[in-house]
């Protein structure tokens, strides 16, 4: 436990680090989040057409309401704490790399339901908008990287059974 | 059998308990932020006497009083201006590791829950206490400026390490803190044993 706390916070600075500098920020953070406002925008048109969708926002047409997805919005920091913690638990690298893409996968698909519901609660009430953007949907989105966390640490082990048991 | 149980129990519990948690933490999320605000208090006034007046408990929040007023959004001294000038700071922000912990805390079949729980808290209240120091150098860095950074026989860190561990503290620990506490806490829970593979099921 001890090494796997000191690995997984030694690849959580090394990895927010790599995050924060200018060129990955350019490269793949903007664009990554802009791709995402358009999965979003792709996922509403076909059923709001009250809805305008141009770079990373996302727009009423009858309210003027606007969402802007912002670097922080994207996932990418729980992505990060998945990713240290896979690479920092001991397994095959297939596994760890299968994990890291569904974990990031599942992440995703939580972020762009947090993105749509958000659109929609701001418009409706901006208070209400508020407290489930700051509060709820960071620890909804943290609870997911935990949960498909232990679900992973269980495949190790479910994997592991039957081996043990054949070289017994 | 008894590895579904434990997993969907966990489950079930968790998103049942995120809503009392959070309802109680809405309510007493003033209050319980009011020892931080008062030890961020003593720090902040001691560390820069010349540029903090305040941190007091305003309501839900924070009010982060300075030394100086305002005009035509130029800072002035306080003794030329008319009103002083202040920021709010969210200690919200920062508290909603609490509910988050507790419900991942009750939502986990243990041996004892108590005397670990008032540990995590502690941890994490802690924790909390030093998001908000950095809440506070955020605001004093952005609206204060070079005023602040420029204190003559004072240390002030570094506009780029304020704004690290700001990001750090806001955007990644209030989440991240009470998931490492619960995993470290539930190291020895059946949830976690069965999960690496320590015990069989029976």
Redesign the interface.
Known sequence: ?TRF?FIFVLLLVAL?SLE?LKPVQEHLIVPFTGMLASLSAAIILPFDNSVIAYGKVLQFRDTGFAVSIEA?CNGI??AI?LIAAIIAFPARWRDRLVAIGLGFLAIQVMNIARIISLFYLGDWNMVAFS?IH???W??L???D???VF??Y??Y???K??PMEATSA | ML?QNH?RQF?IF?FVL?IPT?ALW?VASGPLAVPAIGLVNLILTHWFPDVVNTLYVDGSQGLLMTEFGEKNGTLIPLAEAEYRLGFRVNP??LT?SL??YTA?HFATQKKEYLQSYLWGFMILYLIFVFGLLFLCLKELMVNVGETFFNQPGVFVPDANVIG?LY??NV??I???A???V???QS?DSP??Q????RTRDS
């Open positions: 436990m706390v927010f924060v922080g920091e729980a704490v407290w700051m509060y709820l960071p620890t989105i943290m609870l990287v935990l949960i232990v679900v640490l269980r190790l082990s479910r592991s059974k | 590895e997993m489950l968790v995120l959070f809405t919200g922000l909603y509910p988050f991942l690290i990001q750090f955007l990644i209030p989440t991240l009470p998931a490492i619960w995993l470290w190291k949830l976690l069965i999960a690496l593979g």
